[in-house]
């Protein structure tokens, strides 16, 4: 299982909830039961989301692997210069 | 991903070095083609016409005198820009902002926009152009656009992130709050508080060169663009969003580019110049003046925060507090959120909160500016820091390295960090002989950390090997800094050949797959890694090539040095292939030889930088010259140090224009003042010292020479650096950005 942290701009979105325990083995399978358990997060996960896990930021690499005890965090996506 | 990117250590040859650049010459000679170079056949000439006011709403546009006069060969408004938006409000926003359709929403604004045979007709078609506008309030200030009594800039605006929500609109468009701890609790345990609010000024990136391209679009529905851009994968796709196009149809070409800082990765005038040539049946070239790069695109967010920070006698920060208000222009955005992030992301707090607030204005809408929103955020924090240090008599970068964030941190926006270098950043600046160099009359010293979340992201790459041995490597990711000579040495490295047979240029759209922009730092740290694994898959098919060429099996072939060798007691006496060896004979092994690479890059690892700046204050005057700038940051590995050296430099460059001189003035009538570098001062050469840089080299775990992106941490701490130093030198508190003359004036005069 992983608990997951959402951001402060999710959590309405999610019941108001600021932490979820999810079990999932990857980014993908982790957004996919997050939205199912909470549709209105559809919306966010198109593009504004990205997913810390053990402090390093991915935007993009849904694949990653989501290790036993892993601290995960969900952010926005950061916009660069 | 297939591509193992993780940290490998290794002894590296071209990696490190300083080649001259492969632009270099086409740059100083001027044959380098910047956007405004492009020519095509039938070519017409766009001009835009601009709202004059800071908020209007638009009763009527005739355009029928313009359309008649001769050389006219279209015109277009919001019509010719139907809203294909779909509800995506940020796309309706980068519509509407490329073209007013019901309000002009700041001065410059643009309205209308006329193709015509040449520049004097279509200057005289914009007179011709008729609109009656209804002037309506306006509010340019960040704390005024808060105010009851402001005039709201859009009526469907209710804040968001506010419980219970408000109940009226107002220009108030979010709230954002991130932290952790009881900050309450950690003030009552403080010795020692400061508690201040900071002001800066809307600042232009400065780009040198300003937008500018070539639109053509044919009756079969393709189109092409010519464009300074950061990323033309990215302008394709929302300009083909914009009319309706197919993405595949449009090709882009981005020109060079004679600067971006972020004011590049967002569509201005291209839209509307694809829209007159789609109406004229001709290509169009539109090229924004001076002015209206100035009036009409990418500024960065005016801001105003509140930081509250509290420590104990021995130099523990016991909590720490922000509020930051940030103008987003006349439509929503993050910008405030960003910097509520960033604030406090270099320090190590028990109870810790900011507040981010995005607030409509009447000025252009913002757009990303190298770090955005994080320098401001940092000279909030980073002043009330030093003020702090001060106050409980420590050392400046000793209360830093107190209360630094390390390894297992929880960051102020969240997650616990892994292995960061902020640490080794203070403790190079403790031991820098900057920091004991003695001062003189009327000079100050100052420091400051900073804080960047770099990125990667999609990144595509095509390395093709000549007959004669020479590469070319396609790379999608724009040359903002050099990355054309690193990408270049990164596959020498990989490939163990010289620096100078690898060529490498950036494709256009329909010769390569989809990139992400050059901004985030990424370019290099995702287009070497996509060029590490390219090379990697190459030196795999000349293996196969070699195998083939002495008729063995492809196992007993070991890639060392830039050569296929054949290895096991049967194949001892075969002579090394070298890549000239195999490309030679190409054409019998099965034809041409590449590698390709398409892959996410992700990882790029947080960035942190400290700086050092002494500076001279005149009291008569209030001028404030900078005499010497130390620059320390980690770039993971530096693949070429001069570029590395040159972002520092640059970001820090930037950082002090920004902290002394630059911004945008207003008068009451909402219009900008000073919309040109001679009103606009962006430091030259002469306001400078030589800024001194030192590189740290802490391996980036997730790439395969341990590099970080370098290009914005720079700009972060130098607001708050200077300002540390003039107030230092002057012996009061400095909280408005740019201190200009006028306000160190202003300040000693209400000390005395």
């Known amino acids: 299982m992983v608990q997951v942290t959402l951001w402060a701009g999710l959590r309405p979105l999610a019941e108001d909830q600021e932490h979820v325990t999810i079990e999932a083995a990857t980014i993908r399978e982790l957004l996919s039961k997050l939205q199912l358990r909470y549709p209105a997060l559809e919306q966010p996960f198109r593009n504004d989301v990205a997913v810390a896990i053990n402090g390093t930021i991915y935007r993009d690499d849904w694949s990653q692997g989501i290790p036993e005890d892993a601290e995960v965090f969900l952010m926005r996506r950061i916009p660069g210069g | ?752």
């Open chain 2, 1 to 752: 991903m297939s591509f193992d990117a993780s940290y490998n250590e290794k002894e590296l040859n071209a990696v490190g070095t300083r080649p001259v650049r492969p632009d270099g010459v086409d740059k100083v000679t001027g044959r380098a083609r910047y956007g405004a170079d492009y020519n095509m056949p039938g070519q017409l000439v766009a001009r835009v016409l601009r709202s004059p006011h800071a908020h209007a709403r638009i009763l009527r546009i005739d355009t029928s005198q313009a359309e008649a006069l001769k050389g006219v060969k279209a015109v277009v408004t919001a019509a010719d820009l139907p809203d294909l938006t779909d509800g995506d409000a940020s796309l309706f926003a980068i519509l509407d902002n490329c073209m007013a359709r019901t309000k002009a929403l700041y001065d410059g604004h643009a309205v209308a926009a006329v193709a015509a045979i040449d520049v004097h007709v279509a200057r005289k078609a914009l007179k011709l152009i008729e609109v009656d506008y209804e002037v309506l309030p306006h509010v340019v200030d960040v704390d005024l656009a808060m105010a009851p009594d402001a005039p709201v800039l859009d009526e469907t605006i209710i804040t968001k992130g506010v419980t219970p929500a408000p109940d009226a609109p107002s220009n108030v468009f979010a709230h954002s709050e991130f932290g952790h701890g009881d900050v309450a609790a950690g003030f009552a345990k403080a010795d020692e508080i400061v508690e201040r609010t900071f002001k800066t000024e809307q600042t232009h990136q400065g780009y040198i060169e300003p937008h500018a391209c070539v639109a053509s679009c044919n009756s079969d529905g393709s189109a092409e663009m010519w464009v300074c851009t950061q990323g033309p994968f990215v302008y394709r796709q929302v300009c083909a969003d914009l009319l309706g196009l197919e993405v595949s149809k449009l090709k882009v070409t981005s020109s060079e580019i004679g600067g971006g800082f972020g004011g590049k990765t967002h569509v201005w005038a291209e839209p509307v110049a694809l829209a007159l040539s789609r109406k004229a049946g001709r290509p169009v070239k539109l090229v924004m003046s001076r002015n209206e790069v100035f009036r009409a695109s990418g500024p960065t967010s005016a801001t105003s925060i509140d930081v509250k920070i509290g420590a104990t006698k021995d130099g523990t920060i016991t909590a720490a507090e922000a509020t930051l208000r940030y103008t987003s222009g006349p439509y929503p955005d993050t910008w405030a959120e960003t910097g509520a992030m960033t604030a406090f992301a270099c320090y190590d707090l028990e109870n810790v909160k900011t507040v981010g607030i995005e607030v409509l204005v009447n000025r252009p809408k913002v757009a990303a500016y190298r770090a955005p929103s994080a320098p401001m955020a940092a000279f909030a924090v980073e002043s009330a820091i030093d003020s702090l240090a001060h106050k409980i008599g420590i050392d400046a970068v000793d209360f830093r390295i107190k209360n630094a964030a390390r390894e297992g941190t929880r960051s102020s926006y969240g997650p616990v960090y892994g292995p960061i270098g902020i640490g080794p950043t203070l403790e190079a600046a403790k031991a820098h002989a900057h920091m004991s160099a003695p001062l003189g009359k009327n000079q100050g010293r100052g420091m400051a950390c900073g804080f960047w979340f770099n990125f990667g992201g999609q990144t595509c790459t095509d390395l093709n090997i000549s007959a004669d041995g020479t590469v070319t490597l396609s790379v999608g990711t724009v040359d903002v800094g050099g990355s054309r000579a690193s990408l270049s040495m990164i596959a020498a490295e990989e490939l163990g050949i010289a620096y100078e047979d690898v060529k490498a240029g950036v494709a256009d759209t329909a010769s390569l797959g989809y990139n992400d922009m050059t901004d985030g730092s990424r370019g290099t740290f995702s287009s070497s890694m996509a060029t590490i694994s390219a090379a990697r898959n190459a030196i795999a098919v000349m293996k196969q090539r070699a195998a083939l060429m002495w008729d063995i099996p492809v196992e007993d072939i070991e890639w060392k040095d830039g050569q296929a060798h054949a290895v096991g007691a049967s194949h001892d006496n075969l002579a090394p292939l070298s890549v000239k060896d195999i490309a030679a004979k190409a054409g019998n092994t099965g034809g041409p030889i590449a590698g390709h690479s398409e892959l996410v890059a992700d990882g790029a690892g947080v960035s942190f930088g400290t700086h050092i700046c002494d500076v001279e204050v005149d009291p008569e005057t209030g001028a404030t010259r900078v005499i010497r700038y130390t620059v320390i940051q980690d770039a993971g590995k530096a693949v070429h140090p001069a570029y590395v050296e040159g972002q520092y430099q640059g970001g820090a460059a930037q950082g002090i224009g920004w902290a002394l001189n630059e911004e945008y003035i207003y008068g009451e009538d909402g219009r900008l003042q000073n919309a040109g570098f001679l009103d606009y001062r962006i430091p030259v050469c002469s306001d400078l010292p030589m800024i001194d840089t030192q590189i740290l080299e802490i391996p980036n775990p997730n790439h395969p020479y341990g590099v970080r992106g370098v290009g914005e941490t720079s700009i972060v701490p130098p607001l708050a650096a200077v300002a540390n130093a003039v107030s230092d030198a002057v012996g009061v508190r400095m909280t408005h950005v740019p201190i200009s003359p006028p306000r160190i004036l202003a300040a000693l005069k209400a000390q005395r």
